[in-house]
């Protein structure tokens, strides 16, 4: 019995881990796609973190780095683990990052975080369904 509980845990927790960065995956993707652009520095300083929020900035960051970013970001989200216990963290640290969050431009007057978080649930439900089955 302990190994086909060890195998399940496996799959279970493969699954798991799949969903959870998928989640993560897409959840980056849409609040740095939403955040404001005047020369693309708040876009450009979303981290992915594990274990604590990444909150380092680069103020010289341009909308030219933002690729590098995803990329990098994407990078990390694989190497999260959370059904072995990690909790992962999307962040920016620029100190008017929350100005931006509450509306204070007219390009995200709704913010970039909050609606993610409001319109993910029926996206993970389906990503949880297509897991599931595949």
């Known amino acids: 019995m ?9 799959i279970v927790g493969s699954r798991g881990d799949k969903f959870g960065r998928a989640v993560m995956l ?3 993707g849409r ?17 992915v973190s594990r274990g ?3 909150t380092s900035t680069d103020p010289a960051a341009t909308i ?3 690729g590098a970013k995803r990329a990098r970001n994407g990078g990390r989200i694989a190497g999260i683990r ?6 992962g963290y999307i962040a920016n640290g620029l100190p ?3 100005a931006l969050e509450n509306g204070s431009s007219k390009q995200a007057p709704q913010g970039m975080a909050k609606v993610t ?18």
Do not use: C, H, Q, S
Not at 2 to 9: I, K, M, P, Q
Not at 31 to 47: C, E, F, L, Q, S
Not at 117 to 134: D, H, K, S, V, Y
């Open 117 to 134: 978080i409001e319109e993910l649930r029926p996206w993970a439900e389906g990503e949880a369904r297509r897991l599931r089955n595949g």
């Open 96 to 98: 008017y990052i929350n």
């Open 26 to 28: 897409e959840a980056m």
């Open 31 to 47: 609040i740095m796609k939403r955040t404001p652009v005047d020369k693309g520095t708040a876009r450009a300083n979303w981290n």
């Open 64 to 66: 030219a780095d933002v």
């Open 2 to 10: 302990g190994e086909a509980r060890r195998n399940a845990d496996r």
């Open 52 to 54: 604590a929020p990444d």
């Open 82 to 87: 959370l059904f072995e216990g990690d909790t």
